[in-house]
């Protein structure tokens, strides 16, 4: 069979991504911290792009009226600035995106991890110790009991039992791995060697004498003097009751939210939160110097590539705030009677009913509602917090995860703290309520919530 080279036309679709098209989607997924981050950038980086120190805020025209001002689909075809751009805001290599600044903490999980793989032990030991430190929570505890992580794992109990007491409990942090708090303070005594017996036989005999700060009874218990029993109190409180408290994440943080809902008369009216925000407008200087430079020299080529980075930066900065507006305007539409009444009639939904509404795609509402913040009447809530699906009641209808998480809240907020409630306890309250949920769902949702189960919550110290 002969080859031989031919020529033919084919017609198909393609999706190219363009470094405006990237920039604009990249936008849209920012916080707002993150976009002034990036405005700065930007500002460093741009000659042609200034912040408009002259405009006032309470004169300029809102958003969507400035919007239709600038024509953003005209702009796409428009003569002077089409060519295509590279813009100083990407993420190649030594040009770091602006998530790449965000410093990473290291975890408990990954701490002992670390560990474990500096140990000198066999694989078999290796496979339970991280079934063990998976098993751990953020507090340090061990949540599984070894008989259900050996049943997992096919192996024996006392295999799993001799790598948690040998070789995961003799790791930094002390404490960590204990089942209980009584067995996470004496691991920190023996760890530090104290050297005085008496710490030793209040933690493991007397933490009730601790816990109704019975102090003469425990002196009594002790067969020790007043003196003896406060410096061994003393010594008991400085021990850390969650070892791995020193690795959680993230510590409190103050939410400025991106956008305001407000009631007006029966109305709910969406407003942007632009303030800390700069405007930003074209260097006049730089612009109108092109009139005079001649045609195809290269600092009028540079200019014009400068000016139209900077116009599409601004734009794209309209579009993100006119995307926001849009997709909350939608969520309002949907949630009128959470925003009367309260988190109980939360309405169930999903990206798709809001990107349906608006006219959009469901990973541009999912760019769109992460990491920005919406002010209500019953709250700051981030807007991806009213995509949560729903859950079947009995009545036919359903309710969204986010009120019964709040329902899981209440009926534990509600218990004898003597006698919590288990997660099968509070399934069966929910059922009485309508509520039609398994057992495992209510544990991701306590476990969501961070809320011990029922056995931690019936200790304390």
Known sequence: MALETRLYHKLAQQLVMTPQLQQAIKMLQLSKLELVEAIQHE???????????????????????RLSEEDWDSYLSASEFDKPVSTTYRDKDGEAGFESFTPHKTTLSEHLLWQLGLSDIDNKTLEVGEALIGNINEDGYLESSTQEIADSLKVDRDDVENVLTDVVQGFDPPGVGARDLKECLLLQIRALGTG?????????????????????????????????VMLTVKAVSALEPKPGRPFQQEPATYIIPDVYVFKVGQEYVVMPNEGGIPRLKLNEFYKNSLNGMEKGAASKEY??????SASWFIKSILQRQRTICKATESIVKFQKEFLDKGIMYLR???????AE?????????????????????????????????????????????????DMIKRIIEGEDPKKPYSDECIMDLLKRSGIE?????????????RIASSSRRARGF
């Open 348 to 354: 169930p939904m999903v990206l798709r009913d809001v």
């Open 437 to 449: 949920i398994a057992r495992r769902t209510v544990t991701k949702y306590r476990e969501a919530m």
């Open 196 to 228: 005085n017996p008496l710490i030793e036989k209040v933690v493991s005999d007397c933490l009730s004498f601790l816990e109704k700060r019975d102090y003469k009874g425990l002196a009594k218990a002790l067969d020790a003097t007043m003196e003896d």
């Open 357 to 405: 509404d608006i006219g959009m795609h469901d990973s541009t509402i999912s760019r769109v509602t992460t990491n920005k913040y919406v002010y209500t009447p019953q709250g700051i809530f981030e807007l991806k917090y009213f995509f949560g699906g729903g859950l079947n009641c009995s009545n036919g209808e359903s309710a969204a995860s986010g009120s019964v998480k």
């Open 303 to 308: 200019i014009q590539d400068k000016a139209r």
């Open 43 to 65: 500002l460093e980086e741009n000659p042609l792009l200034e912040e408009d120190t002259e405009a006032r805020e309470e004169e300029e025209a809102p958003v969507e009226e």
